[in-house]
C-alpha cells in the first residue's frame, strides 16, 4: 500500500524528544554491572586463592607449596633472578672453565605442564656448546655441538685410545672354552651384573666371578692351602696361617714318615724337610714350605705356553697369569703386583644406564665381544650404535635430548660443593604462614 | 555496517597482516626452545599490538557519546572497530601462544572469544536483516515512535468502527485519544498535521452490531496486544460478504490497519535480534577491559 510522506509525517510526534529504546537506555547500566562483576570476581579470586590466579600456568611439583607467593621467584619487574634461586638451592656450578654462567631461568622454565621443568631443552646446551668458549686456551671437548648427529665419537674410543687396564683377560677364550661343563657355560652375565644404581657395571670381585675357575690353589707340601686375592703382604700371612695350620692337622703327612717298626709300612720321605715350624714357613729359607709356595705363585708368565688356551691356564695357574710385575724384586722380596686400574666407569662425562637398556642383548651394543682377545680392546660400542635408537630428528625414536645422558649440576664430582653448600629451610618458610598440620588418616 | 567494497582496504590490510604475523610466529616458535610464551619480547610484542587493537576498537562507544565532534565519519570508526577488532583475534592467539595459562588468562581468552563471536554474530546479522526487514516490514516505522503509532492505528480503527456502529464505550483508549486530538485541532486550527475525523455513528445500522461485535472480540485485542506478539492479524474477510458493499472500503482500511500493527510487531522482532546482541558485546567488552588491565599490571610486574 503507498503512503504518502505527509501522511507517515502526519502519525509521529516530533513535539516530544523520543525515549531511547530499551537497549540504548540498559547498555550503560549493564556494562557497568559486568564491570561491578568483573572487579568483584577479580577480588574474590584475589582473596580465595591470592596470586594464584595470576599465574600463566601450573607451578611444577616442587614448587607447588609457595606456588601462590610470586614474590618467591620473581623480583617485581625483575624477571627471575638466580639469587632468588639460590634462596633454596644450593649453587651448583656446570664447569670450572665456563665463561660465564647462565641464569637458572634460561633453562629451568616454570609454569609449564608438571615435569617440562625439569626437561632442559638441547637449544639450552646449544647456546653455548654450539660455539664453546671457555677460560681454557683450547676446549678439551667438542665447542660445535648443535645436535647428536655433531656429538663426537665416545672418548674411550677416540684415535689412540686403548684400555689401560693393567690386567691380562682374553674375552674371546673366556666365551668360547671347552674346558667349563655345559651347565657352568660362561656368557655375559656370568661376570657382568648391573650394580645397585642401575647404572654402571658391577666391578669384577675375584672370589664372585674369576675364584671357581682360578682358585690359588694347591699349594703347600700336600697342595693342600688356597690363599686369599690379595697384596701380596696379605697373601704372605694368609699363606704362612695356612700353612700351619696343615703342618699342625697333617704333621705326620708333611714332615714325619711312617713308624718302620709296623709290619707293611714303607719308609718314605717326607715331604718337607724343615727342622721346625719356624723354619718351615721362613720365607729366608729357600726350601721353606712357605717359599717353595710362593715361587709357585710368582713364577713368572711362561710365554711358550701361549700357543693353545689349555697350556695357558695348565702352567700359569697363579698371579702372573693375569698380573704384572710392577718393576723388579729382590730375590726373597716380594714382588710388587701392578695396580689394575680397571675402570668402574668408562664415560666420564656421560650418563649411562645400563638398566635402561636392559631388555637389549648384551651382543647388540657389544657384537665383537666374542672375538675380543686383548685387554687393550676398549669393547666399548661407538657412537654410531646409539644413533640406531637415538635419532635426531625422527619421532620413532629413543630420545637425543643432551640430558638423556649428561648432566649439567653434577654434584657427584665436588663432594665439597654438595656438602659445603646444603641449605637448611623450615617449613613455614616454605609455605609463608604457619605449616600445614598433619592430617589424619580417613577412617 | 554493510560489508561492501568499501571495506576492501579494510580487509586487505587486515588479511596482510595476519598472514605477516603467522609466518613470524611460525619462525618465532621454531625458534623458542620452550614454545611461545607472552613474557617473551615476541609475545609481548603481540601482547601490545592486539591490546592496541582492542583499544582502538572500544573507542567507537566512546565516539558515540560525542557524535556531534569532528572526529570524523561515523562509517570510519565502525569500519576501525570491526577490522581492528578482528585483527586482535590473531594478534592476542600469537600472544597467548594458543594456551589458556591460569585463571585469570583463561577467564579473559573466554571473554574475548564470546565479545568476537558476538560480534561477527552482529556483523552478520547486518548483512541480512535489514534487507529481510525492507522485504517483510514495508510498512515499518520509527522505532522511538513505534508506541505512538500502533495507538495511532487502534484510534484509527475505532473511529472507523465507530463511524458506522456508533459509540463504543469499551473504547475509552481511543476515546479519550480523539478527544485529546480534537482539543489539539481547536488549539491550533492551522496545524498541518490535523487530520479530518469522522464522527461516531449516532443512528447505527443494523450491521453495525456486526462489526462492533467482531470489532471488540478480534481487532480491538489484537491491536493493543504485546508490541512483540506473533500473532497474525484477525481474518476479517467474512465480514465482507456479510456487510453492505459500500463498507467494503472500510473493511479493507480495517485489514490494512491490522496489517500494519502485525508488520509493526515484525519490525520490533527484528529490530531486537539486530541490537539484542549488543547486550553481550557491549558489557562483556567492559568487563574483558577491566580485567585485562589488571592481567597487564600483574604480568608486567611479574
Known sequence: MA?????????????????????????????????????????????????????????????????????????????????????????????????????????????????????????????????????????????????????????????????EAAIRFNHKLHLSTTKIGEDDKLGCVSCHGIGKDG?????????????????????????????????????????????????????????GSTDPGLPGRVRRDPLDASKSLAVFIDPGTPKSALAMAESKLYAPLDASAEQGASSLLDNNKYCFLCHDQDGTSAPGDLPAIKPTKIPTRWLVHGEFSHRVHDLLKCEHCHPDIRDSAETAQTNLPPKDTCTRCHIDGQEQSAGTSCMLCHLYHDTSKDHVLRDGRRKEISIEAIFGKEAPKAQKPAP | MRINKDHRGWLLATLAITIACAIHYHFYVRASPYGPSGGSWIGLG??????????????LAARKKVRTWRLGPARAWMSMHIWLGLLAVPLICFHAGFRLGGTLTTTLMVLFAVVTLSGIFGLILQQYLPNI??????????????????????????????????????????????????????????????????????????????????????????????????????????????????????????????????????QRRLHDVLHGWLFIHAPLSFALFVLAAFHIIMALKY
Open chain 1, 199 to 255: 647404572g654402571l657395571m658391577q666391578a669384577i670381585v675375584f672370589e664372585q666371578h674369576c675364584e671357581k675357575c682360578h682358585a690359588q690353589s694347591g699349594l703347600g707340601p700336600d697342595s693342600s692351602v688356597q690363599v686369599v686375592h690379595d697384596t701380596p703382604d696379605v697373601v704372605r700371612e694368609d699363606l704362612k696361617a695356612k700353612l700351619l695350620f696343615a703342618a699342625v692337622n697333617n704333621p705326620d703327612g708333611i714332615f
Open chain 1, 3 to 163: 503512503r504518502a510522506s505527509k501522511d507517515l509525517a502526519k502519525r509521529l510526534r516530533f513535539d516530544l524528544w523520543p525515549k531511547p529504546d530499551f537497549f540504548r537506555r540498559w547498555y550503560w547500566l549493564v556494562g557497568v554491572i559486568f564491570v561491578a562483576a568483573g572487579v568483584a570476581a577479580w577480588y574474590g579470586l584475589h582473596m580465595g586463592s591470592q596470586q594464584r590466579q595470576y599465574l600463566p600456568g601450573p607451578v611444577s611439583q616442587g614448587h607447588a607449596s609457595f606456588g601462590d607467593r610470586c614474590e618467591t621467584c620473581h623480583e617485581a619487574y625483575g624477571g627471575v633472578p638466580t639469587k632468588n634461586c639460590l634462596g633454596c638451592h644450593a649453587d651448583r656450578a656446570h664447569s670450572k672453565f665456563e665463561v660465564k654462567t647462565p641464569e637458572c631461568a634460561s633453562c629451568h622454565v616454570e609454569h609449564r605442564a608438571s615435569g617440562v621443568f625439569l626437561a632442559v631443552s638441547n637449544a639450552s646446551c646449544v647456546d653455548c656448546h654450539g660455539d664453546l668458549r671457555t677460560t681454557r686456551t683450547e676446549p678439551v671437548i667438542a665447542h660445535t655441538m648443535r645436535g647428536f648427529a655433531d656429538h663426537p665419537e665416545l672418548g674411550p674410543l677416540r684415535p689412540g685410545k686403548r684400555d
Open chain 2, 46 to 59: 603481540y601482547g601490545i599490538a592486539g591490546t592496541t587493537a582492542m583499544l582502538l576498537a572500544g573507542l
Open chain 2, 133 to 266: 526487514m525492507t522485504e517483510r516490514v514495508p510498512l515499518e516505522t520509527l522505532v522511538g515512535q513505534m508506541d505512538h503509532v500502533r495507538q495511532g492505528l487502534a484510534t484509527d480503527a475505532y473511529e472507523l468502527v465507530a463511524s458506522v456502529a456508533g459509540p463504543i464505550p469499551e473504547a475509552a483508549e481511543e476515546q479519550a485519544r480523539l478527544a485529546a486530538e480534537a482539543t489539539a485541532m481547536q488549539a491550533r486550527p492551522g496545524n498541518w498535521k490535523a487530520i479530518a475525523r469522522k464522527p461516531p455513528a449516532t443512528e447505527p445500522l443494523p450491521e453495525g452490531a456486526l462489526l462492533k461485535e467482531v470489532y471488540l472480540r478480534e481487532i480491538r485485542p489484537y491491536l493493543w496486544r504485546d508490541a512483540r506478539a506473533r500473532t497474525p492479524p484477525p481474518d476479517i474477510r467474512a465480514l465482507v460478504i456479510r456487510t453492505p458493499e459500500d463498507w467494503r472500503q472500510k473493511l479493507e482500511r480495517l485489514d490494512a490497519i491490522c496489517e500494519e500493527s502485525y508488520q509493526l510487531a515484525v
